[in-house]
């Protein structure tokens, strides 16, 4: 299958993508699959599934958007947008992730990339004004050595 046919029918897949449309996970991704994230790395469709799964018990009402993508060979770059309810609270995630599909048109690997600090971590009541503090000291840090450096 022609790689820019089987992102097509992927995307389709994971735009409408609920706990119930899992079972058919095996219709767009190898056996094989590789699916790497900010909070994971498994390998084999039963674990990444299990991955899913879990989102969709901790996060209810989950959107999935892809609004932009690029098929290059046997490989397909896309932005997408995760909208939900995480903890009772709208939450939302934005990354890049990276295809790579076998000779059939399946997903042979799965990166996803987004800022887990900033976009899950910062909701926690200790870790988030944690974050936020040394991102105030980091980003004062680096507009005080902006200058000139003698060493």
């Not at 219709?27 to 879990?54: C, I, K, Q, T, Y």
């Not at 397909?76 to 990354?95: C, D, M």
């Not at 990166?111 to 944690?130: C, K, T």
């Amino acid at each position: 299958m022609h790689p820019k046919t089987a992102f097509d029918r992927y995307k389709t897949y994971l735009e409408q993508l609920t706990a119930d449309g899992l079972p058919s996970l095996g219709e767009f991704v190898a056996e094989n699959v590789v699916f790497r994230d900010p909070l994971h790395e498994v390998h084999g469709l039963s674990e990444m599934r299990a991955v899913l799964a879990r989102m969709f018990e901790t996060v209810s009402d989950v959107v999935f958007v892809i609004d932009s993508h690029a098929v290059d060979g046997d490989a397909a770059f896309f932005r997408w947008t995760l909208t939900g309810v995480l903890g009772g609270k709208p939450w939302s995630v934005e990354g890049v992730t990276r295809l790579t599909f076998d000779q059939a048109g399946k997903v042979l690997r799965q990166e996803e990339y987004w800022d887990a600090a900033s976009q899950l971590f910062g909701r926690f009541p200790v870790i988030g004004p944690l974050l936020k503090w040394f991102r105030r000291k980091a980003a004062g840090d680096i507009h005080q050595t902006a200058g000139p450096r003698v060493w």
